[in-house]
């Protein structure tokens, strides 16, 4: 909480720490209510660092020390100065052993950082700088150490006691306690650390690493989970496969160890050999869990191992460096979620959400390049920028070095940095060393913030045989950037010709023609003109295949061109987005004017698309599915709420109308017969039947709400009884009202599912749907102490039911500024990240535009705000 003005914290302050600590030994007593640390740490001065005036200052927040020793003298209040940030030693010698003290309390831990309590057990969250309020510590990420940790507690209570690497002791204790000591003999910054308590049961397995090292897998849940953890130790065991054989990366302790918890603020914590997860992102069942459920527990799961090397053997050296570890993870998962399912269907979601969020960041007050400058609060910089850019960033470095030298470059990357803490100066330079490429202008996706635009015309001369591209780009300015540079954009591009196939893609200049397919252009500098040769006919061009880059493209295609593409193109990512690009013209001209023809061709097009049946079903489902409102209002200079949300239904429902007995069709055809299987085509399949039924039921179709009726009754797996529970919920009346209760008596203490009953009721665009919002905000399972039914109730309803969150009244910001100031005192780190909705006010009309201004005033009007809401809302008014 802060009194004064927060000072944000800049990279170019960024000094090696004074002092290293080699050894740490732990020993909790916990006890829910007060838990005492005793720490001892082995200090000395780094060789590296200049001196300063000879204190040592350590982290510390909500602590109580009742004592401090300096090699095993007691301390005297004389010697050493407490205050809100930490503990000052004076005057300390170069080497020393430091004990301290401490209690905690866990059960008022609200904020879910440090220890915390979570139902009935007792687990930690140390990401960012969580450590310091466990014990005094130099909690920064460029100081490693090696960590024993005792843990000692009440047997029936707590009868699993867990922390990082391998358990080396156990005893039990007179008093009805017991006490387990665990060793991690990998050197790691405090952020890594984890400790878990409570009574927990496990699903056990076996994975044997390519050098041969037998490795046990251990995934710990609540005794009432147990049949729900197997996706999840599947999905391990392929990430851990998949790791060694793309990366060349094993595993290197003898357990791996996942708890699921239910009070989580993020997605999961890759702590070394004890993952810390929100349960959402380990429990599956096909009872309780969606595919979309099943299919981000395996890229999260993987995510978090995929870290053991990209994060935790090397780190970052300070938090500017977040990316480092985050975008390289992130990149990782993606390419590993591609490589067990369909790279093209993986790869369309992941740009989905990337021009969802990333984008408007990016084009927004909060904007910040992939490696900020300065930060007031880390919380506040777990973005789509860190994260999803990020993993854009080494996903074209990948692209321009190529398959076998970026392999070479990550090997190089491995060894060079293996135990350290770096920067991503240092993973650019394992690029640059491997490739022997210059990436100086490369850089600047790291040290520019905003999205690239690219101006594309293609023209074609029939006498001369050629095809020249012409390619501008142009970066808009962001917050303290007024001026950008050019980027370094790799473009991928191919050339179709009139019979749909792709022609070699020939620049004027190359003695010889290359075999038809992609080709990858570099841009490095403002404009660009590429010729390309031995073209007897004018081909329609194929631009940024596969995505090459996170830009916005401005071409001159017209709509044949499009849905050429859409019914030809190699590359199924241009397939999709030829698509979309018809669609999303086509929702802006009717937002424009509700008269806008809807043309023959296009619904021809898309009903040509539907019956295609050799095409992979879950692509197909993308290719129909229309971008949502939230990612068309970003295409717009003042965002026209209402009329998206008229438009959005026009053309759904002239869609289902028309495609009707097609979509009746695929409904029927692909029907679940046998037991809830997850493969990609299973996923494609279900996909692609509740696409159809929604536009059947959204067109007002009878037989189509008959089989919806049927489907929520019938369905025996989650993914088809949510399907059709939302398109009841979103048709209102007593028949919705009689599924909703009918599921929630049904899934009374299945707190995933009913996370879901509540997001289901959040987005349906009902005009009373904030009322309802309200009303369940007191229904008795409803707390604001679980993240996860704080963003399944008010997140979704911001962030989902656009029209209704942006009602012209301005109800919706009162309702959510009210949440957010009710919110922060509690949870900091979940109060600010509520706001986003709000921060792009500017877009809007002047009346909104008046009104979330006001809401955003009154919040930056709230006493005492945590730092981490007082950096987005002051940033978002400045
Ligand atoms: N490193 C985690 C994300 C994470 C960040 C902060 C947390 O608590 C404040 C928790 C998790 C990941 O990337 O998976
Ligand atoms: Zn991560």
Redesign the pocket.
């Given at each position: 909480m802060y009194r004064e003005t927060p000072h944000p914290i800049h990279l170019k302050d960024y000094r090696p720490p004074e002092f290293l600590i080699d050894r740490v030994e732990l020993r909790f007593e916990l006890d829910p209510e007060c838990t005492r640390v005793e720490s001892r740490l082995a200090l000395r001065r780094n060789p590296a660092a200049t001196r300063g005036d000879g204190d040592l200052r350590l982290h510390g927040e909500h602590l109580k020390l009742t004592q401090a020793a300096i090699d095993g003298h007691v301390l005297t209040p004389a010697e050493y100065r407490v205050d809100g940030e930490g503990l000052t030693l004076h005057r300390v010698p170069d080497r020393f052993s430091l004990e301290t003290w401490v209690e905690i309390h866990p059960s008022l831990n609200t904020a879910?950082?440090g220890l915390y309590q979570s139902g009935d057990l007792l687990c930690t969250?140390c990401?960012?700088e969580?450590f310091r309020r466990i014990t005094y510590f130099l909690d920064r990420p460029d100081v490693m150490a090696r960590y024993t940790t005792t843990l000692i507690a009440d047997r029936t209570r707590f009868p699993v006691l867990l922390s990082n690497g391998n358990p080396i002791a156990h005893a039990e204790l007179p008093d009805g306690r017991h006490s387990v000591t665990w060793d991690d003999p990998f050197p790691k910054p405090s952020y890594l650390f984890a400790l878990v308590a409570g009574d927990l049961s496990v699903i056990e397995d076996g994975f044997v690493t390519a050098s041969g090292r037998d490795v046990k897998l251990r995934i710990f849940v609540e005794p009432h989970n147990l049949d729900k953890g197997d996706h999840a130790m599947r999905s391990l065991k392929k990430a851990m496969r998949w790791d060694e054989e793309r990366f060349g990366r094993e595993y290197d302790l003898d357990i791996y160890m996942i708890v699921a918890v239910s009070h989580?603020?993020?997605?999961?914590?890759?702590n070394k050999g004890l993952n810390v997860f929100n349960d959402k992102f380990v429990l599956a069942h096909p009872d309780t869990a969606t595919d979309v459920d099943f299919d981000g527990i395996e890229s999260?799961i993987a995510?978090?191992y995929f870290?053991n090397w990209t994060?935790n053997r090397i780190t970052c050296r300070d938090w500017f460096q977040l990316s480092l570890?985050?975008g390289f993870?992130v990149y990782r998962d993606q390419e590993f979620s591609s490589d067990v399912g369909s790279r093209a269907v993986k790869r369309i979601r992941d740009v989905r959400t990337l021009r969802a969020h990333q984008f408007p960041e990016d084009a927004g007050p909060l904007a910040h390049p992939v490696r900020p400058d300065s930060y007031i609060e880390i919380?506040n910089f777990?973005t789509n920028t860190v994260?999803d850019k990020g993993a854009e960033v080494v996903r074209m470095q990948a692209a321009l070095l190529g398959p076998e030298t970026f392999r070479r470059a990550t090997d190089l990357y491995f060894e060079r940095h293996d135990g350290q803490a770096v920067t991503t100066e240092d993973f650019v330079r394992c690029m640059e060393d491997a490739s022997g490429r210059d990436l100086t202008r490369f850089r600047r996706w790291y040290e520019q913030a905003g999205t690239p635009e690219l101006h594309i015309r293609g023209e074609y001369d029939a006498t001369a045989g050629t095809y020249s591209l012409s390619v501008r780009q142009q970066t808009p300015a962001t917050p303290g950037q007024p001026v950008k540079q050019p980027f370094h954009i790799p473009l991928a591009i191919g050339l179709l010709g009139a019979d749909g196939h792709d022609l070699p893609v020939w620049p004027a200049g190359e003695s010889e023609p290359p075999a038809p397919g992609t080709r990858l252009l570099e841009l490095t500098e403002p404009e660009h003109s590429f010729t390309f040769t031995g073209l007897n006919e004018r081909p329609v061009p194929s631009l940024l295949r596969g995505f090459s880059a996170p830009v916005r493209v401005h071409d001159d295609l017209s709509d044949a061109d499009r849905m050429f593409l859409m019914a030809h193109d190699s590359d199924g990512f241009n397939r999709w987005d030829a698509a979309q690009t018809l669609h999303e013209r086509l929702l802006l001209a009717l937002t424009a004017d509700a008269a806008h023809p809807i043309p023959e061709d296009y619904i021809a097009a898309c009903r040509r698309a539907l019956r295609d049946t050799t095409a992979d079903r879950a692509l197909l489902a993308e290719v129909l599915t229309l971008p949502s409102e939230t990612y068309l209002s970003d295409q717009m200079t003042v965002i026209d709420v209402d009329g998206l949300y008229r438009a959005h239904r026009q053309l759904t429902r002239r869609l289902g109308e028309r495609l009707r007995a097609d979509l009746l069709a695929v409904h029927h055809d692909n029907a679940e017969t046998g037991p809830y299987v997850f493969s990609p085509e299973a996923v494609g399949r279900r996909a692609l039947k509740n696409l159809a039924l929604a536009y059947l039921v959204r067109a007002g179709d009878e037989e189509g709400l008959a089989l919806c009726r049927a489907q929520f009754e019938a369905a025996h797996n989650m993914t088809d009884v949510m399907a059709a529970l939302r398109l009841l919920a979103e048709q209102g009346g007593a028949e919705a009202d009689a599924a909703l209760d009918t599921f929630h008596r049904r899934w009374a203490g299945e707190s995933l599912v009913l996370d879901k009953w509540f997001s289901v009721q959040a987005s349906a665009p009902r005009p009373d749907a904030l009322e309802r919002v309200m009303m369940l905000l007191k229904h008795p399972d409803y707390s604001a102490r679980n993240p996860n039914r704080v963003r399944a109730l008010v997140s979704t309803f911001s962030n989902v039911n656009q029209v209704r969150f942006h009602a012209a009244d301005g109800a919706g910001y009162h309702f959510l500024v009210d949440r957010v100031l009710e919110l922060d005192p509690v949870n900091p780190?979940l109060a600010a990240r509520l706001l986003k909705p709000l921060v792009r006010w500017r877009r809007f009309d002047p009346e909104r535009q008046t009104l979330m201004r006001a809401e955003l005033e009154r919040v930056l009007g709230g006493r005492d705000l945590s730092s981490d809401v007082f950096e987005v809302v002051s940033k978002a008014l400045a």
């Open positions: 879910l950082e969250q990401e960012a969580g989580f603020n993020m997605g999961a914590m890759e999260v995510h978090e870290h994060g570890k985050e993870t919380n777990y994260y780190l």
